[in-house]
């Protein structure tokens, strides 16, 4: 319905401007998003998969350590990242404070540092939150390969380089290109890092031609380019994921012998893949922190105590709906065994492709409108205006998370599902159970580890879903991500640092369980 809402919007608006965006916003828009998202894809993909292949054949110091900490920055939303990156860099931060004091220089005319809110700072920011993604995949597709096929290339001279060139990567290259098509749809969803650094995308045409031109039908067009680019990531990601296993030409595949770097390579190992750590975690938590130990009191704060109760409200709410939606849609299908849901369920997970904008857009506008006929009809009937029920509160919000992260609940129950063995449930419907008792006996206590992961992705990234949540959201309606990009785009960092802190630290719970999960796999 949203996505359809959209499409109609934009073939039907109050005001058509598509003559006046195609002759002026939109090719700036489309080329600066093009460049954002190439740039982005680009530098995630080289530090990704450069990264995976380090810790993957070779052992250096600090090896099995960075094999893990390169997957924190997955828990620092990238406008956290940007605003850590502005005041650590910028006139008044550390860095360049110590270089006046260094040099003795007066003023910023007595030097040079590049701009700091810029199109090359948005796209490190975004590459450094979005490496892991390319790290994950190609590092699974690496340890996927045999490790003779290495040997063989040592044994005919293949040097380090000629190894990674013209067998390493060309055996990943499915598994990094499905990465990079992954990366290039976050960077075309994101709103918070380009609009703080004053980047034009798709994304910030949308927000502007609607709250501040005021004009729906403007920002729906907008949306309906969005979905075009990103649906065409969509099949660039489906199609790299089809061609992404190789034949191996032994049944067990010999592993990978790692080698060990000494001295200054080793050295130089740990450093290249400390940077994206650094860089994508560190620094973003130690800039928040300072702030929040500077301003201890702001952990009381009013505000920021309303936007965490809100947060638990709609994201939990949400992750919980979700999770029992999917449970319910997944197991339905599975036990009907009839063609036409088995087609239909995979369109439900559309949603996690759709930007927040987007979804924000298609779901605003037609539940406006039934919120108006709902609350006209109470009025006629009882005479008392209770005012609008669905987008005054955060039903809103909590809709468009179920839309946007389905996928994820999907995913993972049809996964679990999929490993109980079949006879156990047969065995319990010819003991005469019936197909909900079946579920709740038989299924629930074999998946609930998966649930409660699913429960908890869903819930982190609701979290931290800013889009979505700042259209949608009703007046004066703060969540901790909202309370993080308000204060922040204010340059109130001190005010700020605590919600973001806080987001950090449920994301970080997920990437945590998600490491622990990835080592139990490889121990099996």
Known sequence: MPLMAVVWIAFHPSDNIWPHLLSTTLPRYLATTAWLAFGVAALAGSVGTGAAWLVTMYRFPGSRALEWLLLLPLAIPAYVGAYAL????????????????????????????????????????????????????????????????????RALGAGPFARFFRVG????????????????????????????????????????????????????????????????????????????????????????????????????AALLCAVPFLIGFALPVAVMGYHALGEPDQWLAPGLLIALKNTLVVAGSAAVLTVLAALFMVYGVRMTGRKLPRMI?????????????????????????????????????????????????????VMAYMVRFFAIAQGATDAAMGRVAPSLPMAARSLGQSLGGTLRRVYVPLIRSSVGTALLLVFVDCVKELPATLLLRPFNYNTLATRVFEKASL???????????????VSLVAVILMARSENAADLT
């Not at 502005?86 to 270089?99: I, K, N, R, S």
């Not at 369109?347 to 108006?372: F, K, Q, R, S, W």
């Not at 340059?491 to 806080?502: F, G, Y």
């Open 86 to 153: 502005v005041d650590f860099f910028e006139y008044a931060g550390p860095v360049q404070t110590l270089m006046r004091d260094l040099f003795g220089w007066q003023n910023a005319r007595d030097y040079w540092v590049p701009e700091i809110r810029s199109l090359g700072s948005a796209i490190i920011v975004l590459a450094a939150a979005l490496a892991p993604y390319v790290f994950l995949m190609a590092r699974a597709a690496f340890r996927e390969q045999s490790g003779s096929v290495y040997e063989t290339a």
């Open 169 to 268: 990567l060309p055996l990943a290259r499915p598994a990094i290109a499905a990465g990079m098509a992954i990366v290039m749809m976050e960077t075309v969803s994101d709103y918070g890092t380009v609009n703080y650094f004053s980047v034009q995308t798709l994304t910030t045409g949308i927000f502007s031609t609607w709250l501040e031109g005021g004009n729906a039908g403007g920002a729906a067009q907008i949306a309906s380019v969005v979905l075009v680019v990103v649906f065409l990531l969509v099949g660039l990601e489906k199609t790299s994921r089809g061609r992404a296993r190789f034949h191996s030409g032994a049944r067990h595949p010999r592993p990978i012998s790692q080698i060990q770097l000494v001295g200054w390579q080793g050295l130089l």
């Open 345 to 397: 369920l995979p369109l439900t997970t559309l949603g996690y492709a759709a930007p927040g904008a987007v979804l924000g857009i298609g779901i605003l506008i037609p539940l406006a409108g039934l919120d108006n006929i709902i609350a006209d009809a109470i009025l006629a009937v009882t005479g008392h205006d209770v005012g609008l029920l669905l987008t005054g509160s955060a039903f809103a919000i």
């Open 491 to 505: 340059e109130h960092l001190e005010e700020a640092s605590p919600a973001a802190l806080l987001v950090i630290s």
